[in-house]
């Protein structure tokens, strides 16, 4: 790594607080971006757009494997990084040409992430794969998870005293774009948590590793992914229960601005996007509110069913 990649990857990390799995990507897509401009006997400084699309047309390859195109969303995120990355040039004078503003981010299609209904979140939460202290733990982390809708990384990076077990409120700190956040959590999480605490002790991080150390990352997602395994539900990812958190809280009529805030979303777009609505529950509340909805003998509101509306959705997706 050149100081200049370096010094642009200190900026990243404490001027804009990036994470460290955006570090992680964005430092090795330009890395990758150096080796294929030197390939091309030019420099990082001297690259022109051409050299830029033909390192993002060439795709990505592993050892003893043919080449293959990049998602979408990986191209979108190696424009980002390299935007990011001459801009920062050009802002501390160490250039004066950017190539990355040419290039066009593809359209990523927006997906809705899995979510799981209430019986199988419960499940998952309730029934985690191994015995003992692991348990109690994984029980523990799971609960947090689904009750608060915390990120996989906020969640293991929680330290005893950031949990308020009488008020029922977790301390969040410097989650995503480092900021601090108060969220709530329910009584089934209080429960778990208070056991774990009891048996591990009162200080240092929340959730632990079988030598005392914090618990990592992709520890904690091999338990959500072998919790959802033992009860039947496939492979479980994180955001899988963060999602179901917040699908299941619009369903029992909480409103989208204070899910933002449970989930720590920036902007309400993103908290659109990452929500499920309950059709169903969304259809009876326009019954119920709109005047132009109700029937015109008795204008009370009128009942509806999921079928109803899997009829309805279903007549749509034909048309």
Known sequence: MTDTIRDWRIHLKVERGLSAHTLRAYTGDILGLQTHIHS???TLNSATTGMLRSWLASGTQSPNTTPRRLSHATLARKIAAARSFYRWLIQNELTTNN???RLATPRIPK???RFL???EAASVVENPTQEGWFLIRNKALLEILYGAGLRIGEAVALDVIDVKFDQRLVCVRQGKGRKDRIVPFGPPAQKALREWVDTMGKEGALFRNRYGGRLSARSARRIV???GLKNGIGAVHPHALRH????????????LRAIQEQLGHASLTTTQRYTHVDAAHLLKVYRAAHPRARTTTNSSPQTSSVDEIMAIHQETEDT
């Open 111 to 113: 997906k809705t992430p």
């Open 117 to 119: 209904d209430v019986n």
């Open 244 to 255: 179901s958190c917040a699908t299941h809280l619009l369903g029992g009529g909480a409103d």
């Open 99 to 101: 190539p990355a503003d």
């Open 40 to 42: 091309l006997g030019s």
């Open 225 to 227: 992914h072998q919790a």
